[in-house]
């Protein structure tokens, strides 16, 4: 059995160095930022659906990411919101080729677990839905996994996320 893929956030941690990528990059105003705290990555913002905006996310460094024999990615967050952010996965970086996610939203204000079977995850090309399911083979050749929210709402939110693992 492999061993999980495991990106464990909180200060003194090794989880690599995410970066932020808002809708700014297509003319958008969103704002957001990460920060760490004791245990956890905090991931804060504004969305803003002015000039065409809509999105914020934060994204893993580009690497070599094989997801191809794991079935599930468990996350545990708290968000003082319940709009849905999402998983995303991407085989290819550029905006315009397809990426891979899911929705998860808390349910109050308490540290949640949740977990996602793999299968789960809708393929989408600039938010748009193409399908169901990811083809296991896709998974061997991830090159980024981020978290976003791009759920045409304005307004603010914090995301605090302690860990992301897939097993």
Known sequence: MKDPLLFDFGVGKNFGSWTIVNDGVMGGLSQSKA???????????????KNNGGFVSLRSPLGSYDLSSYGYCEIRFKS?????????IE?????????????????????????????????????????????????????????????????????????LKFY
């Not at 990555?41 to 969305?47: D, E, K, P, S, T």
């Open 35 to 49: 920060s760490l705290e004791a245990d956890a990555l905090l991931f804060a913002g504004n969305v803003s659906l």
């Open 80 to 88: 003082d919101t319940q709009r849905k952010f999402e998983v995303l």
């Open 91 to 163: 085989k290819d970086t550029p905006f315009y080729l397809p990426k891979f996610r899911v929705k998860f939203a808390a349910k109050g204000k308490d540290w949640e677990t949740v977990t996602i079977p793999l299968r789960d995850f809708e393929v989408s090309r600039m938010g748009a839905t193409i399908q169901k399911g990811i083809d296991p083979e896709v998974l061997k050749e991830i090159q980024r996994i981020g978290f976003i929210l791009a759920d045409k709402q304005e307004g603010t939110f914090n995301l605090w996320i302690d860990y």
